[in-house]
């Protein structure tokens, strides 16, 4: 499985948008904290607002920022905004083709190989829903106690 980049991006501005609290912030500048192309960056954040994890305004003043409590945004909501809701795996059900198959039979049920990468499908769904953006702030501000402030100082020193 291949998750997209902008997935990782999303996650970023999220944490960085959790320091910024009432603050709306252009997609120009949150793509230039981590030199992103602020094109792509603005399709990750229109995603992640039509979700309704984030908020956006437009103007003068206009941008994004957290729609929810960083506590109640999982990071399994940020992939599903990204990429998607479909499954990873997918069975083609190709035991039907096979020597001796059922044609009644629903190979994505019984098929060995399906209910494995469903199981494993579960277990990542299941971690990543039970991580939150509040989660990974936590984490960063211990192992990074500066990282609160510094963020804060490089988007308020930032023109545009």
């Known amino acids: ?4 980049e902008g997935v990782e991006w999303a996650m970023h501005s999220c944490v960085n948008l959790s ?27 229109q995603a992640l607002t039509r979700a ?14 957290l729609a929810r409590d960083p506590r109640n945004i999982t990071l399994l909501d940020i992939v599903i905004a990204i990429d998607g809701a479909d499954e990873a795996f997918r069975c083609a059900q190709i035991l039907k083709a096979g020597p001796g198959a059922d044609p009644r039979a629903d190979y994505r049920e019984i098929c060995l190989v399906s209910q494995a990468m469903r199981a494993a499908e579960l277990t990542y769904r299941r971690e990543l829903a039970g991580q939150t953006i509040a989660d990974i702030v936590a984490r960063v501000e211990a192992q990074s106690p500066s990282a609160p402030d510094n963020t804060r100082r490089w988007f308020a020193n930032l023109k545009s």
Not at 1 to 4: A, H, I
Request: hydrophobic residues 40%; aromatic residues 12%; positive net charge.
């Open 19 to 45: 320091w910024l609290p009432g603050e709306a912030v252009t997609a120009k500048r949150l793509a230039a904290f981590y030199d992103l192309p602020s094109a792509y960056l603005n399709k990750q954040l």
């Open 1 to 4: 499985m291949k998750m997209n």
């Open 52 to 65: 309704g994890i984030l908020s956006s305004a437009s103007g003068p003043k206009g941008g994004f920022q």
